[in-house]
Each structure stands twice: as C-alpha cells, then as structure tokens.
C-alpha cells in the first residue's frame, strides 16, 4: 500500500529560526513533490525532486531513495512562511500513469 | 511556469442542484487531468484522473454517476457535481500534467463548494 508520512504535524517557531519538515514513504516512489497550502486553499507546488538536493531562495528540499525519506529545510523562517506544507509521493498507477498519494501536512505558524 | 486556472474560485448551491467546475490549462496542453478533494482539516484525496478525450478513471468509493467528469480538449477538464448535497460540501482542487508519463503536477487554486 502506497502511504506517505509527514512530521511533525504542527511546527511554531520563532522569526528567523531554521525549520525542518520530514516525509517518509512506504514503497518505491517516481518522484515526490513538497506544495505549500496557503488558508484559503490555493496549492503552490515548491519543488519536484526525484533525487538529490534542490534549493530555491530560503528553501531547500532533499531526498534520500534508500532511506524512502524526504525533508524540507526553511532558512531564516519569516511570517510569510506560515502555510500548510505538504509532501506527495508520485507513484506508478499502471503504464505511463502516475497517482500522487499526499501526507497529511504540516502547519507551520512562524511568528515574529 | 505552468498556470492551471479553475471558476468558480467559490460557489454556493441548493442541495438537489447541480454545479459544475471548470479547471483550464493556461499555456500548456494537458494530456491528463486530475480531481481531488481536500475535507477541512484533512489531506488531499484523488478522485479521478481524465485523460484527453476518453473516459476518466475513478478511485474506489467515488461514484462516478454525482461526479461527472468530461475532458473534450486539451486544455478544458470539467467537475459536474450533480444533485448535490451539504456533504458534498468540500474544497475541489484538479491538476494538470503536460504528457503522459510526466510527473510534475501543476494545480489549480481550488474551488470551494458550499450546499446548503
């Protein structure tokens, strides 16, 4: 069974502070996404990755295939970053199809 | 980057109607369309993938008879949600991949659906 775990569940931190996200996942996955939720709904996808390391400006997110785990890193953590942050392993649905299975999320509240 | 768009952004209906979203790929072809549904305070479920002029696939416990999906281009997948009821009161989301095969998934900023 595909499953996806995310921790923690809820994170507070102070401005400034460097956060981190953990997702852990059950079997062989094609690439696993970190999205961010904002309330009101609205998903912004931050990164796709299906090996290694990728950063964009504060933002930085890994993967390790062996270890079946993924984490995103947050550098000096701002307001601004309060969102739900959600991983979603890609896995083979059959052919060339793909089904993401999400993690529950982690709400993040930064406060200053 | 990939724009995905979806209207209405909310919409409140009468229980025993019908409602229908639209989800648009902005600047891409979409060769398959996903829809979920996120609950308050929950995760994201899948509730059916369309694929370009054929039928959509739906996940198990989605009734495909209330949840009418029609993908007729590459651009435009619909959501009609029929004779709705306050549980189908929920947040819809879809997503788009540009080709088959692509695991990058670009998503719409939702729909927020009320019956009341």
């Known amino acids: 069974k595909n499953e996806v775990e995310q921790s923690p569940q809820n994170l507070t931190a102070q401005e400034g502070e460097f956060i981190t996200i953990n997702c852990s996942y059950s079997v062989g996955i094609s690439a696993l996404h970190w999205l961010q939720q904002h309330p009101g709904g609205g998903i912004v996808s931050l990164f796709m990755?299906?090996?290694g390391k990728k950063k964009h400006g504060r933002l930085i997110a890994t993967i390790n295939i062996q270890e079946k785990h993924s984490s995103l890193h947050i550098t000096a953590s701002h307001p601004r970053d309060s969102a739900v942050y959600i991983c979603a392993a890609a896995f083979n649905s059959g052919g060339s199809n793909y089904k993401l299975t999400f993690g529950k999320g982690t709400l993040l509240t930064v406060n200053p | 980057g990939a724009v995905v768009s979806q209207h209405p952004s909310r919409v409140i209906c009468k229980s025993g109607t019908s409602v229908k979203i639209e989800c648009r790929s902005l600047?891409?072809?979409?060769?398959?369309m996903f829809w979920y549904r996120q609950f308050p305070k929950q995760s994201l479920m899948l509730m059916a993938t369309?694929?370009?002029?054929?039928?959509?696939?739906?996940e198990q416990g989605v009734e495909k008879d209330k949840f009418l999906i029609n993908h007729a281009s590459l651009t435009l997948s619909t959501l009609t949600v029929t004779s709705a009821h306050p549980e189908d009161s929920s947040f819809y989301i879809c997503s788009a991949t540009e080709g088959p095969g692509a695991y990058e998934q670009y998503f719409g900023p939702g729909t927020r659906l009320t019956v009341t």
């Open positions: 600047d891409f072809q979409a060769t398959t």
């Open positions: 369309s694929n370009e002029g054929s039928k959509a696939t739906y």
């Open positions: 990755l299906s090996s």
